[in-house]
């Protein structure tokens, strides 16, 4: 250790070169480091572009097929292939509408946020997992169900609508399952409370004041532990108050 002490103070103005060349290193690796995040930002865009380029050509080369198929078909046999394709889409819009109201049923119920919070809250594995598949279901649905899509199409549809449905069911067995057992004991305290309150905010013979300001602290107690979607928000406000509603500033 004294030898080291020693030759520090012996050459203790080698701190300036040898600090200023330490900086410039640093700075040098930091814009080494800048350009090839920015290089790999570059090149996934270059992915994601040529990807969808892809796609695009896949599903023009599917329809021109699909097209020369119905033209090569018997007039009676073209127009059954087409009506029983239609039926089937018809029933997966179905399924898929279905799957996305039980979803809104959680979404903009704020009771139903607080009493099973994990279906709102994307951070959650299966929660993730289902607003994926709901993305794809969604990405894939048809126009409408008279629109002419080929068979591959159809069955990849089909494909995104089961997973949706499954992977609802998962994510809501689980948050009823799991109810508020993620949060702590004084979390749970506040989830509480805020689900007292809300019943005395949307108590219709409580007075206007006091729906109001259980509504307040309703939000109060959420604010950190749950985010409200701005449907939820709304539908509330307008089961507590009109008045919350007409105290709004008018948008320009």
Not at 11 to 32: H, K
Not at 70 to 81: F, I, K, M, Y
Not at 112 to 125: E, H, L, Q, Y
Not at 149 to 167: G, N, Q
Request: aromatic letters at 6%.
């Amino acid at each position: 250790m004294e030898p080291l002490l020693t030759f520090l103070g012996n050459y203790w103005w080698l701190v300036f070169p040898l600090g200023g060349a330490a900086a410039a290193a640093a700075g040098s690796a930091a814009q080494w480091w800048s350009k090839q995040a920015k290089a790999r930002h570059k090149r996934r865009l270059e992915i994601i572009k040529a990807k969808s380029d892809a796609r695009a050509v896949e599903l023009a080369a599917r329809a021109q097929a699909e097209a020369t198929r119905s033209r090569s078909l018997p007039p009676g046999v073209a127009e059954s292939d087409a009506r029983s394709r239609g039926e089937r889409v018809k029933r997966l819009m179905a399924t898929h509408d279905e799957v996305t109201e039980r979803w809104l049923e959680y979404e903009l119920d704020v009771a139903k946020v607080i009493a099973f919070p994990t279906m709102s809250d994307g951070r959650n594995p299966l929660t993730a997992a289902f607003l994926r598949a709901k993305k794809v279901a969604d990405g894939l649905r048809p126009a409408s169900p008279d629109a002419r899509i080929d068979s591959e199409t159809l069955a990849e549809y089909r494909d995104a609508v089961h997973d949706y449905e499954v992977a609802f069911d998962v994510a809501e067995q689980e948050a009823r399952r799991v109810r508020d057992s993620g949060f702590t004991d004084a979390e749970r305290k506040r989830l509480e409370r805020a689900q007292h309150l809300l019943q005395v905010a949307v108590d219709q013979s409580a007075s206007a004041s006091e729906r109001q300001l259980a509504y307040r602290r309703v939000r109060e107690e959420l604010d950190g532990l749950i985010t409200l979607s701005d449907g939820a928000v709304e539908n509330l406000e307008k089961r507590v108050a009109p008045e919350i509603e007409h105290r709004r500033p008018e948008s320009p």
